[in-house]
């Protein structure tokens, strides 16, 4: 099956390969480039992300892939689908805004205190498909912060993020795909 591969491989010669190695660095350079971009323009650390669960239905369904911004100076409010991370979290977790406190800061734990930084917000969230508040989800905050929240929801395609899903439920297809990207890109003889 690899025969026919191996033997091409030989006969293009060191430098060939060597090109098509770099080559495909580029393409993997330009990527994480235009990823870094997005992200700088964006102000997120993760501009586009993935609906991994079914807690924001039916506003979106698992696979969904989201865009995201995080402008600096606007603030959130009731109704805003966020994506946040808590401290001790792997995972960014979408859900929609429940209740916002502004230029406010926590005090000594549990009291909410007016601040003179117009930046101070506290937010509390909810799924549209949960019963309850995502306090239990916070780890012991018991508000999101600003500096918590990864982005706002500015737009969605569905489904598009199920390839995602499939390669982390699946490793092996995961480097199945990179593999076949990789050896497709030294057997390519442009």
Do not use: C
Not at 47 to 57: A, H, K, T
Not at 65 to 87: C, M, Q, R, S, W
Not at 117 to 124: A, F, Y
Not at 152 to 171: E, S
């Amino acid at each position: 099956m690899f025969a026919d591969e191996l033997k091409t491989l030989r006969r293009l010669g060191f430098r060939h390969i060597l090109l098509q190695i770099l080559n495909f660095a580029s393409v993997l350079a330009s990527g994480l480039t235009i990823w870094k971009g997005l992200g700088l323009i964006t102000n997120s650390e993760s501009p586009i992300v993935v609906v991994l669960s079914g807690s924001m239905e039916p506003a979106f369904y698992r696979g969904d892939l989201l865009f995201l911004t995080n402008p600096a100076n606007e603030k959130y409010h009731t109704g805003d689908i966020t994506v946040y991370k808590v401290p001790g979290a792997d995972i960014p977790i979408v859900h929609r805004v429940l209740e916002t406190h502004d230029g406010a800061k926590i005090a000594r734990g549990r009291s909410i205190v007016a601040s003179s930084n117009s930046q101070d917000q506290l937010l509390l969230t909810k799924g549209d498909n949960n019963y309850i508040d995502d306090i239990e989800l916070y780890q012991g905050l018991e508000w999101l912060q600003r500096r918590h929240i990864i982005g706002k929801v500015r737009g969605f395609l569905p489904y598009v993020g199920y390839v995602t899903i499939a390669m982390n439920d699946f490793p092996q297809l995961k480097y199945a795909l990179l593999g076949g990207l990789g050896l497709l890109a030294l057997i390519q003889r442009e």
